[in-house]
């Protein structure tokens, strides 16, 4: 399964709504999850079954999506938001792909 | 507080074999499935293997065509990643991941990190 996230780069000034999009090139249900990766540090799980947030993550993180298609959506941007985020399925059998990831950056 | 410890990273020579260990704490690591996902310089995430919580089943990435064997030990509560005839795109770092789900059927989402360790492939 092949994920598919855009765009490459979203450029979004802090207090705007960011949306990230991506699909997979085959259902994985919502076998879906989104990280956050910050330079220097492990990545973050922020959602899991397509819109089931961990705990701890801010509701400003909101996932939605079945199937092929699935969002990841930032209501107003704060500075610590700025990152590159990663979809991945896990659907079935691993191993899991991950997307290319989306560079979220201040305008 | 859960931790995860990776170690055993370095530098080696192409064709040469590394062992990387990750020393769990603060969780349920006998009830964990475990995994290994790596980034390369400048690239994204790459699943690399998992284990399941018992240590009966593994799962490798395609790319690694059997170079690379998972196993995990509950007593010490350590996984490890054992490589062999390594490639300079093996260059990255390597993270250690903990399982969300706890003796369960459900299986891979990444719920924690450790630091990770960088494997250097060069010669």
């Known amino acids: 399964i092949v994920m598919t996230q855009s765009p490459g780069t979203l450029s979004v000034s802090p207090g705007e709504r960011a949306t990230l999009s991506c699909r997979a090139s085959q259902s994985v249900g919502s076998n879906l999850a989104w990280y956050q990766h910050k330079p220097g540090q492990p990545p973050r799980l922020l959602v899991y079954r397509a819109s089931t947030r961990a705990t701890g993550i801010s509701t400003r993180f909101s996932g939605s999506g079945s199937g092929t298609e699935f969002t990841l959506t930032i209501s107003s941007l704060q500075s610590e938001d700025f990152a590159v985020y990663y979809c991945q399925h896990y659907n079935g059998w691993p191993p899991y792909t991950l997307g290319q990831g989306t560079k979220l950056e201040m305008k | 507080e859960m931790q995860l410890v990776e170690s055993g990273g370095g530098l080696v020579q192409p064709g040469g074999s590394l062992r990387l260990s990750c020393s769990a704490s603060g969780f349920t690591f006998s009830g964990s499935a475990m995994h290994w996902v790596r980034q390369a310089p400048g690239r994204g995430l790459e699943h690399v293997s998992a284990i399941t919580y018992d240590g009966t089943t593994t799962y490798y990435a395609e790319s690694l065509k059997g170079r690379f064997t998972v196993s995990r030990d509950n007593f010490k509560s350590t996984v490890y990643l054992q490589m062999t005839s390594l490639r300079p795109d093996d260059t990255a770092v390597y993270f250690c991941?903990?399982?969300?789900?706890?003796?369960?059927?459900?299986?891979?989402?990444?719920?924690?990190w450790g630091q990770g360790t960088l494997v250097t492939v060069s010669s």
């Open positions: 991941v903990k399982d969300l789900w706890t003796y369960s059927s459900s299986f891979g989402v990444f719920h924690s």
